[in-house]
């Protein structure tokens, strides 16, 4: 499965900001999703994430001033980050745990990252 994440830039203290990420290939299902930020000199770290379901996870950090959500029909999960802070300033990667078919229509399953996107919080 292929991830493409859209969205970032450059965003003032206080402002908002929507990624989004879809998904594409031969997709049977696609389970989690999730966002994940990577600031420089620091880990990878988990953002939030959203079950089929709808069931969400937040990181204490960003409970209360972001949003998960997803269209399954779509096969696209966004996030809406409000209240921005410089500490949110970060690569953005989108995550999915997913079943496709691969080769001779064979179901794989596999957990794919998107390219990143930057988020840059301006004070």
């Known amino acids: 499965v292929q991830l493409q994440a859209l969205g970032g830039g450059v965003v003032r203290a206080g402002g908002s900001a929507r990624l989004s990420c879809v998904a594409s290939g031969r997709i049977v299902r696609i389970d989690d999703m999730g966002w994940y930020r990577q600031a420089p000199g620091k880990q990878r770290e988990l953002v939030a994430s959203?079950?089929?379901?709808?069931?969400?996870n937040y990181a204490d950090s960003v409970k209360g001033r972001f949003a998960i959500s997803r269209d399954n029909a779509k096969n696209t999960v966004y996030l809406q980050m409000g209240r921005l802070r410089p500490e949110d300033t970060a690569v953005y990667y989108c995550?999915?745990?997913?079943?496709?078919?691969?080769?001779?229509?064979?179901?794989?399953?596999?957990?794919?990252w998107g390219q990143g996107t930057e988020v840059t919080v301006s004070s």
């Open positions: 959203i079950t089929s379901g709808g069931s969400r």
């Open positions: 995550n999915a745990n997913s079943v496709s078919l691969g080769p001779e229509d064979v179901m794989v399953a596999a957990r794919d």
